[in-house]
């Protein structure tokens, strides 16, 4: 998960859920690891219009292009991301 946050979901203001977690392979020290991140859902959260509610997709994969893990994961994100950027520096 934490390869993904600075391209994605850097301005998370809460994780929501964490879904369909599997280990399809071992990792072993020294392995390197790989993060693909495939948005499925983004939305206007009912309860906090100010914020997008956001379900990503993430798969790790090893230096052999081994699925080592998958699963799914929904957080919370500023609906003007451009405006907390400017405002953060971030």
Do not use: W
Not at 21 to 39: K, N
Not at 57 to 69: A, E, L, P
């Amino acid at each position: 998960m934490g390869a993904s946050v600075r391209s994605i979901s850097g301005l998370t203001t809460a994780n929501l859920a964490l879904d369909e977690l599997r280990l399809e392979h071992p990792v072993f020290v020294g392995d390197t690891l790989y993060a693909q991140t495939e948005i499925t859902e983004a939305r206007q959260s009912r309860s906090r219009p100010e914020y997008d509610v956001v379900t990503c997709k993430i798969s790790g994969f090893n230096q052999d292009r081994q699925r080592v893990i998958v699963f799914q994961r929904t957080f919370f994100v500023p609906a003007d991301a451009p405006a907390v950027r400017d405002t953060t520096n971030y």
